[in-house]
């Protein structure tokens, strides 16, 4: 009933989402209700591609005539290294989420990671600010530092694996590095926490991630990108300590908006609707 029935002739327009694994993506589920929604002859699929054949499949993609995919875990490397083209973001996080197959043959990687998470911040009340911690040094991690950073914010990482955080301090200059076994005592220094890692994610390496968020300051927002389950047990613990919140859902949705209009040219809308025909299914 939420939607008109979608339209799919011989010259639709093709794109997907390349993950390892990718069944629990939510991006099929939205695009494809952009795709009723606007009318557009089109279809966007999920795509489970092994880390072994990732440029096999985007180069048969691309001979295919898809418009182009999203890059989900593990890819978003790949996908950089891959690319012919790069826009600002993706060239300074060394990581993308979006290509697009121009007619010409050139492949353009976008990084719409972070852009997105700063626009589901602002559109849930919380404008990012002053000082922020963030968990992870992979792909996402690096789009969301750099689009901070260029919002003038102040950016520490911490990762598990301290080599990746300091290679991304190396790309991102003002970046600094706060070792993986020390951030839950140093967090009272922070106004801003976003957890760019799949822990706490359903199926993920440690669903039942749940930091000590003791030393928090009263003001901290504390933000997830994981959006299954849609409150993580890290925005679980936040809420019982009484802070802020924002959950993963808003940046999906928002880091959507870019490709989508690569691919299908329309400027689509991330309204009421669509969060909640996304968030039925988590
Ligand atoms: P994406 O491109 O979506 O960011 P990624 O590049 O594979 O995905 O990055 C995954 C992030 O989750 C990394 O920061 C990773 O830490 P390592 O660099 O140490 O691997 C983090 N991560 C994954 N599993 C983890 C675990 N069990 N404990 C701590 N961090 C983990």
Redesign the pocket.
Known sequence: ALLPRQIITGKARLAGVLGWPVSHSRSPLLHNYWLARYGIDGAYVPLPVAPAQFAEAVHGLQAAGFRGANV??????AAYALATELDHTAQRAG?V?TLIFEANGAIRGLST?GDGFVASMESAGHKPQGKALL????????SVAAALQDRGLHVAVT???DA??HALAEALPGLDVVP?AMWEQQLGAYSLLVN????GMEG???PM?RPSLHHAAPHLVVAD?VYVPRITPLLAEAEQKGLKTVEGLGMLLHQARLGFREWFGQDPEVDAGLEAYVRASL
């Not at 760019?196 to 822990?199: A, C, D, E, Y």
């Open positions: 989900t875990i593990p890819h978003k490397e990581a989420n990671d968990l992870g040094a992979g792909g996402a991690a690096r990762n598990r694996t990746r955080a993986w760019t890692t799949s822990l993920g390496p440690d991630f990108i």
